[in-house]
Nanobody, 125 residues
């Protein structure tokens, strides 16, 4: 059974850091493109970062450049989202998703085949 499980969310103060994990089972993440998405309260879900099967990464949100990075540990079959210098506006439910296409494309959400249930990140003082 193919499954993605996010973890690592929680409450953090502005300026703090969190690392989210996306653990995959039933498939190997380096055969897929894996993306991180987020949905803030009252807003639509948006793509954030993606890592393709070759390890290349794509960033879709200007406001996270230089603060968020995506990486993959093949041995653990896990994709990470390192978030630094967190801001109030980063508060959201964060989801990971995987695509058999192996590529990170502009219309990222449309190609995702499997989704996790999300983990809540709250940035608040």
């Amino acid at each position: 059974q193919l499954q993605l499980v996010e973890s690592g969310g929680g409450l953090v103060r502005p300026g703090g850091s969190l690392r989210l994990s996306c653990a995959a089972s039933g498939f190997t993440t380096d055969d897929y493109a894996v993306g991180w998405f987020r949905q803030a309260p009252g807003k639509e879900r948006e793509r954030v970062l993606c890592i393709n099967s070759s390890g290349g990464t794509s960033n879709y949100v200007d406001s996270v450049k230089g603060r968020f990075t995506i990486s993959r540990d093949n041995a653990k079959n896990t994709v990470y989202l390192q978030m630094n210098s967190l801001k109030h506006e980063d508060t959201a439910v964060y989801y990971c998703a995987a695509s058999r296409s192996r590529l990170c494309v502009f219309a990222l959400e449309s190609i995702m085949d499997y989704w996790g249930k999300g983990t809540l990140v709250t940035v608040s003082s």
